[in-house]
């Protein structure tokens, strides 16, 4: 019986190493020219062109490449052969049983064959017996030939046993190495799609920008064009200045327009609140002007005593198109301040229910000269100015004596020689400053001053001049400090108008 071990790959792969391939390249594809020289020797044709390598050295580089090849065996391949010799194995345990049941029957027909020569040999006499008896031991010899047999047969199926548990084993292990190589190859597909993925979200992001470039590209172009058109009409002289001329032109007509309609509403308001004020049963007295006093009368029998109503004083905006309240102005008389110059005054007067309403006939008019006299007191840096104290903290003040306030940049002062009354800066948040709103005939020469918050005068100036132009100052000095100083309830961004 042959034996079959691990060596017969390596003897089946010389065995192919040492055939020749069919992609040989030899020097030339057809048969060499040769011609006889002296002696018969044979020599070879001159060669024209340069001679290659030898036939020798290509196919040793042929046999080099081909043995590579053939030892470069993938793992598909290399289970394969392991399946076939593990069947190959299988077969030969299946023949070395059938060896085995042979031996066993010519064991039994050797006993048979011995124990019929036994009886012959009790039998027979003479020559035959010799014959029968050497028969016997050749018998015998074949028994021992046969048991010898079954020896070697069961230490070959023995090593048939080993080879195919070995086959068994490299079968398993190529199949695992093959799941192996197919989870890898698996991975390397999925990671090689999402590489193709990526590369094509990454070509459509690259299209979605060269558009959006495109588009940024033909929109620059558009206003490089429009740039071009308005630098061609920039160098044509004629064009330019005859469209100057007319935007001019257009804006001039524009202001007039709007300056005449403004005027023509105010002079439709007034009228309507002269109107208005014709059938009032009240009138105001006194001059529109800063520095006078204006005065609610009843102009007709039916109207009620104003001590037995409500009175509240408005100032109307620049373009009559709100009513301001003037807080504290509750009195039949109102002095202007420097922040009512330029807008009209309303009084409402509510009496058994009734409301009636009065209204300046014009806006009032500013001072003659305090312009000229703030600047000039606003170039000193400190101004004084004699005033007498009326009240204080919300009462009357009993001593009338003089006293001096002194309105510098920073800060107010009021003092009494070496005695200081207030000082504080206009930082001050708490600070107040506005004409006097409680009435009286001396309406028009006093201020109301909150210096700070808990304290607070009633100052009586030596001329309505002087009152207006301590407003106007100390206004002026606050605004510089970003401070603004309004009135009692008074909104401050008004003062800013």
Known sequence: MTKVSPEVFDEMQMQAVLSVSADVSFKSNKFPKYKLGPDNQILDEAAVDDPGPPLKDTVAQETAALSDQHKRLSVRDLASKFDKNLSAAAKLSDEAKLKEVASLEGHVLLKKLRDALEYLRRRLVGRNKEDVEKAISMVEALAVKLTQN???????????????????????????????????????????????????????????????????????????????????????????????HELRALRLQ????????????????????????????????????????????????????LSKSSIQWYRLSSQCSRRELISGANKSVYAPEPYDV???????????????????????????????????????????FSVVISQMNGRNYTTHSAHLLRIGKMRMKLSKGWITKARDAYSSTSMQLCGFRGGGNLAAKSLFWQSRKGQSFVLVFESERERNAAVVLARRYALDCNVVLAGPDDQASLYLL
């Open 150 to 244: 079954e020896g070697e047969l069961i230490q070959e199926k023995s090593e048939v046993k080993k080879l195919a548990n070995f086959l068994k084993q490299a079968s398993e292990d190529a199949k695992k190495l093959v799941n192996q190589e197919r989870s890898f190859a698996c991975a390397e597909i999925e990671s090689a799609k999402a590489v193709v993925r990526r590369i094509g979200e990454a070509l459509d992001e690259q299209e979605r920008m060269s558009l959006t470039s495109g588009k940024q590209e033909i929109e620059e172009m558009v206003e490089e064009i429009q740039q071009a058109r308005r630098i061609r009409l920039l160098h044509s002289p004629c064009k330019v200045m005859d469209m100057e």
């Open 254 to 305: 524009i202001q007039e327009k709007s300056a005449f309609s403004v005027k023509l509403q105010q002079e439709l308001l007034l009228k309507k609140l002269v109107e208005e004020n014709k059938l009032s049963l009240y009138a105001l007295e006194g001059s529109v002007s800063l520095g006078s006093i204006l005065r609610l009368q009843p102009c007709s029998e039916e109207a009620m005593e």
């Open 342 to 384: 330029g807008r009209i005054l309303q009084v409402d007067i509510i009496s058994n229910g009734q409301k009636s309403t009065v209204t300046t006939d014009c806006p009032i008019q500013p001072a003659v000269g305090l312009e000229s006299y703030v600047e000039t007191l606003s170039r000193k840096g400190n101004s004084e």
